[in-house]
């Protein structure tokens, strides 16, 4: 078909338009917002007028891309390599700061940064020019080298993601960022974001626990922090990241798998709930000892087993007391469990005999009865009962709690946030974020560390939390710590604030009266769900929802083009005059954001300030709670807000986050009483991860474990099956677990709610067990049939998706095929010291080799980088 002139015309014209939305969105900066943080940072003093007026002009700009480095793989040297030939790499100034917890100097400092900002301002325009010119000179982008982050891993490129996509300068870069991203080797993310996780300081052997942790990126940080200290992926750590979606689990899973991290637990719970773990240490036993039979000190270890035996005497004590416990809570799990289960069965008759009623389709009920059947006799708490004997409750090293927010400290990368904003989302979030950063306390080791955190700007999700926190557990009990010494390592960011009001949403008394009937309730709710509707259908007609998304936005066009149709039928207008209406979009547009300013300030009004909680009137009392308010003279000497961390976008041209680093003093009695066990939800809808072995002691298969793994995938005989683990008797998937989590999982698994563990690594076909391209590196440690070939074999079997003929391979290959045997095997090669591995099946007459997609694109555009780019 020949596309229409008109048509073409109509449509660049409305790309124009949509692009002048664009700018529109990009100048809206909530009156709400600025009425509230006027009076939450300018009024009570915490940022000058000039601060001010910079906080609200960086709103409105796009964020710089930021980037690090994973230090997975040993490719550290080489990504950094391969980004000096990129970029031209400088190095972030760093700032002196000598007194920094002196209040009255940081009040001039605050008046003298003020006069420094505007002079920044004019050498980073001076900066600008010479960068410019530098640039054009070099015809290369310029890095920021970030001075804080550990060895110096993390970049700041001044640009943002749709300038480094489209500005033909930086396409060698964004090609290699993207190739390298999808590989693990770098991670796209926020520089503020970056903070909180190097707050908790991990350590080789750390319990780490990241308690609302998709999509992932700071659980990626925290992984990446334990392979700093082991570079061979077997810390004796443990990361464990949890969430509530499972759907974001699923992301965060497929990010963080690539990192080849085995000790990693992905469960799915309600963080407030967060079940304390057992763990069982006497599972490694095998292996302390041999570590002790290494270092041939036989008299030592004589009085270390002496003093273990006393140890383990009074553990068994302890254990005998928890067990006692334990057992309790079982039965009262089990009588729950079993009313819960007796409930469901009777739905699911219920269910089953409706279906037989409509359909008649009684085999398939029969079926899925089948279907249940068998699962549950893997999966039944009856069958499959922990054993507890040596189990501990595991309280963890490290939490990071980066609690769901209202998220308007990150405006800069989703502006179309500022529209919905509204002080009421802080009021509901702050019950939430309290009860999880407790949970988060109480599973905590005494002397452990514990990050709060949030992308907010909100006092009442931030220091009112801290305060809470430290009056609930007691400041005897729980420390908030300095972190001010950072500023030294030039991150930029200011202490807590001691001073602010609280915002509402003023609902007239009448209203308030009527709350109590039902019928008003409902009225009510509907009449705002109408209210709501229709406003967002006029911000929809308005505004492009997703920047990002040019499919959506072509809807979102069209359907604003057929509204306007409409419009002019009604007027009886010509398409002439529709057409000409369009060149005039601009002032219609500037009428529609005036009607929004309006009905914004209309909104404001509705809001009411309250300054403490005797002003509250009773009808507000269900939202606003007392510990929202900002504290008293005492209290504020008592709790030292000034050690919070907060970060505002211009201290260092980025998004604004708030954080707060708590230390469990040594003292802390932990009450085991609390402990809540394991509590499986029946609703969750995954199978339960268990121990292969399981599966073969119950299934009676005619071929032992030891054949299939040892023979069959050719593992070392010592290598211990336990640390293998499946989620179905059909041994679809065999995931590795490392031998820290293993202490925690084995026995106890199938009562948890896991979404995944360890590292997937081999994969049961028609033909028999294949290795999986992510767990490659892991489990080629203890894999005898392994081969290392040269780079131009692994290059060749990259380059098609086809079985290769073995006869294609020279005969020094092919006398190695005989010999390993045909079979499931890995092919290794070592490229400028990065190991790369493949996947490969020995036929009786081909190579088959198993790679997705995109990692064969990366992979080989970077073996054919390396060996053309870099030997330049
Ligand atoms: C701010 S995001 C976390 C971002 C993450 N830490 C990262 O760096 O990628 C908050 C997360 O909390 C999760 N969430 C919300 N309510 C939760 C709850 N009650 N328990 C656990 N997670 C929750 C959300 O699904 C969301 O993924």
Not at 170 to 192: A, C, H, P
Not at 229 to 250: E, L, M, P, T, W
Not at 256 to 272: G, H
Not at 560 to 579: P, V, Y
């Amino acid at each position: 078909m020949i596309p229409n002139n008109s048509l073409i015309d109509n449509t660049k014209k409305k790309r124009k338009l949509n692009d002048k939305r664009k700018e529109y969105t990009q100048q809206i900066l909530s009156p709400l917002f600025v009425e509230y943080y006027k009076k939450n940072l300018l009024e009570n003093g915490y940022l000058g007028e000039e601060e001010w007026k910079t906080f609200l002009s960086i709103q409105k700009t796009k964020l710089p891309t930021t980037f690090h480095i994973t230090n997975i793989e040993k490719s550290l040297d080489h990504v950094k390599q391969c980004l000096s030939k990129l970029c031209v790499i400088k190095d972030q100034k760093k700032i002196s700061t000598n007194s920094i917890n002196e209040d009255e100097k940081e009040k001039e400092k605050i008046k003298e940064k003020e006069k420094e900002n505007e002079d920044e301002k004019e050498k980073e325009k001076e900066n600008v020019q010479s960068k410019e010119k530098e640039q054009s000179l070099n015809d290369l982008p310029i890095l920021t080298r970030l001075s804080w982050y550990p060895k110096q891993n993390a970049y700041q490129l001044a640009v943002d993601r749709s300038i480094l996509k489209k500005k033909a300068k930086f396409e060698n870069l964004q090609e290699y960022m993207k190739r390298t991203e999808s590989q693990g080797l770098i991670i796209r993310q926020e520089l503020v974001s970056m903070v909180p996780p190097l707050m908790l300081e991990i350590q080789k052997n750390d319990y780490v626990l990241d308690l609302c942790s998709a999509p992932g990126s700071k659980t990626c940080q925290l992984i990446e922090f334990m392979l700093n200290h082991d570079q061979d992926n077997f810390s004796k750590g443990i990361v464990i990241a949890n969430d509530v979606s499972i759907k974001r689990s699923n992301t965060l899973y497929h990010r963080i798998r690539k990192l080849n991290y085995p000790n990693i637990l992905v469960t799915n719970y309600k963080a407030q709930w967060f079940p304390k773990f057992l763990e069982n240490r006497e599972i490694n036993k095998k292996e302390i000892q041999d570590e002790k039979e290494k270092e041939n000190e036989d008299e030592k270890e004589k009085e270390k087993i002496k003093e273990k035996e006393k140890e383990n005497e009074d553990e068994k004590k302890i254990e005998k007391e928890i067990e006692k416990e334990i057992e309790k809570e079982e039965k009262k799990e089990e009588k729950e469990n079993e009313i819960e289960i007796e409930k469901e069965k009777e739905k699911k008759e219920e269910k089953e005999m409706e279906i037989e009623k409509i359909n008649g389709m009684e085999t398939k009920i029969k079926n899925n009865n089948k279907e249940l059947k068998e699962n549950t006799t893997v999966n039944s708490p009856k069958t499959n009962k922990p054993k507890f004997q040596n189990y501990k409750i595991m309280y963890l090293d490290k939490i990071l709690s980066d609690v769901p927010c209202s998220g308007d400290g990150t405006f800069r990368k989703n502006f179309t946030g500022s529209e919905t904003w509204s002080p009421q989302l802080a009021l509901g979030l702050h019950p939430m974020q309290f009860q999880i950063a407790k949970r988060g306390i109480e599973l905590l080791k005494p002397g452990g560390r514990f990050v709060y955190s949030t992308c907010s700007f909100n006092p009442i999700e931030n220091e009112a939390i801290i305060i809470r926190l430290l009056k609930h557990f007691g400041t005897d009990k729980l420390k908030l710590i300095d972190c001010s010494h950072w500023k030294n390592k030039g991150l930029k960011f200011t202490g807590g604030m001691t001073n602010w009001k609280v915002m509402a949403l003023n609902k007239s008394p009448q209203k308030s009266n009527d709350y109590n009937s039902n019928k008003n309730k409902k009225r009510n709710r509907n009449r705002n769900r109408k209210r709501n509707r229709n406003r967002k259908r006029k911000l929809n007609t308005i505004y492009r929802k997703n920047d990002e998304d040019e499919e959506e936005n072509n809807i979102t066009q069209s359907g604003i083009g057929r509204e306007r149709g409409i419009e002019n039928e009604e007027g009886g207008k010509s398409k002439k005059e529709d057409e000409k209406s369009m060149e005039k979009e601009g002032e219609k547009i500037q009428i529609s954001k005036n009607e929004i300013q309006e009905e914004k300030i209309e909104n404001k009004k509705k809001f009411i300030w309250f300054d403490s909680y005797d002003q509250v009137p009773e009808t507000f009392q269900r939202k606003i709670q007392p510990e929202m308010f900002p504290p008293n003279q005492e209290e504020i000497k008592k709790y030292h807000l000034e050690k919070c961390m907060r970060f505002l976008p211009f201290y260092q041209n980025s998004g604004g986050f708030f954080v707060a680093v708590f230390e469990k003093n040594e003292d802390f009695k932990i009450k085991e009483k609390q402990n809540k066990m394991y509590n499986k939800d029946p609703k969750f809808p995954y199978k339960p991860l268990i121990p292969l072995k399981t599966i073969y002691q119950e299934k009676n298969r005619q071929t032992s474990l030891e054949e299939e793994i040892y023979n069959k995938l050719g593992i070392n005989e010592n290598f211990d099956l336990n640390n293998l683990y499946t989620r179905s008797n059909k041994l679809k998937n065999i995931y590795f677990v490392g031998d820290s989590l293993k202490t925690v999982l084995l026995g106890c698994s199938s009562y948890l709610n896991i979404i995944n563990a360890g590292i997937h690594v081999a994969k049961m076909e028609n033909y028999g067990f294949r290795f999986v391209e992510t767990g490659l590196k892991i489990i080629s440690q203890f894999v005898k049939r392994q081969m290392q070939v040269p780079t131009e074999i692994i290059i060749k079997l990259l380059k098609t998706t086809d079985p290769i003929d073995r006869n294609e391979f020279d005969k020094q290959l092919q006398d190695k095929f005989v010999k390993l045997q045909n079979g499931p095997a890995i092919f290794k090669t070592i490229h400028q010291n990065i190991e790369y591995f493949i996947s490969v099946y020995i036929g009786r007459n081909n190579i088959s080799s198993f790679i997705d997609k995109a990692s064969r694109k990366n992979m080989l555009s970077d073996l054919e980088y390396l060996k053309n780019e870099l030997k330049n």
